[in-house]
């Protein structure tokens, strides 16, 4: 009988340290689906955002605006367009004729794209921020003008390279093209010229100013109207268009307006 409880109680044993196995099993996964869901958390990428900044004011430098939104989030990279040379030349010239030729003219922007280093601190700041003054401070030259931001989805500062490159490309086009139609024009200019001269040396002496030209020029109204009076019968028919305009002109209705007699009626009285 002993022999067989102790056969008996020998499974028990085993059967109860996988037990505790299992347990501590179940304790782990748990804790290993906290940390897999930390690990990724931690490692879940940032996506950089960029805000549009349609107004720049003058004197207004990446750096101010770098110290100014930097107060919101952290800012990566600042881009601001210059503005063209031909308003900048024009802006210079004014400002000299002006009497400001001592003070140097700065160059100003017309546009800048900042971008941040995560996606939803620029979109939060491109909604709290747009229509506000720039300036906090009461002294600040930046106080009464306002914020015009503007968050751009889906777009990166790779595409912002790739739209200034086009554009610096059309610019180069453009500027070509103008070239070709100057050249094409003086080409043009001096062709017409050789050809006058070539044909002044064929029709005589070049140096003459008076030479005879070889092609026939329509006649003028006044030689129409000499050649039409010297046919027969030209005087007669000049004489009846003379007393038609006589008749259709208005001196009898301009006598009657003013009150004077007609012509007509003036003889019957005499």
């Known amino acids: 009988v002993m022999k067989a409880a102790e056969l008996v109680e020998q499974p028990q044993a085993p059967m109860e340290g996988e037990s505790n196995a299992e347990a501590a099993e179940e304790q782990e996964e748990p804790e290993e689906a906290a940390c897999n869901s930390s690990s990724k958390k931690k490692k879940k990428k940032v996506v950089p ?69 995560d996606k939803r601190v620029a979109k939060r700041v491109a909604a709290s921020l747009h ?5 906090a401070r009461r002294r600040s030259p930046f106080r009464y003008d306002l914020w015009n931001l503007k968050y751009l989805h889906r777009f990166t500062w790779s595409h912002l390279s790739e739209h200034l490159a086009f554009e610096r490309q059309v610019r180069r086009q453009r500027l070509r093209a103008e070239v070709a139609q100057a050249k094409r024009e003086t080409d043009f200019y001096l062709q017409s010229v050789e050809r006058g001269k070539r044909f002044l040396a064929a029709d005589g002496d070049a140096t003459r ?50 009150g004077a007699p007609p012509p007509a009626e003036s003889k019957e009285e005499s």
């Not at 004197?59 to 952290?74: C, I, K, Q």
């Not at 229509?131 to 300036?135: I, K, Q, S």
């Not at 100013?209 to 039409?228: D, G, H, I, V, Y």
């Open 49 to 117: 955002g960029i805000v549009y900044l349609g107004h720049v004011p003058p004197r207004f430098r990446p750096l101010h605006v770098r110290n100014l939104l930097s107060a919101y989030g952290e800012v990566g990279r600042v881009f601001f367009q210059a503005e063209d040379r031909f308003v900048r030349r024009k802006k210079k010239a004014a400002a000299a004729a002006g009497g400001k030729k001592a003070a140097k003219y700065s160059k100003d922007y017309t546009e800048g794209w900042v971008e941040f280093r």
């Open 131 to 135: 229509n506000t003054p720039m300036g």
């Open 209 to 258: 100013p008076n030479s005879s030209w070889t092609f026939a020029q329509r006649p003028t109204e006044q030689e129409l109207r000499a050649r039409k009076a010297a046919r027969p019968g030209g005087r007669e028919r000049a004489r009846l268009a003379n007393a038609q305009d006589q008749a259709r002109s208005n001196r009898g209705l301009l006598a009657r307006i003013f």
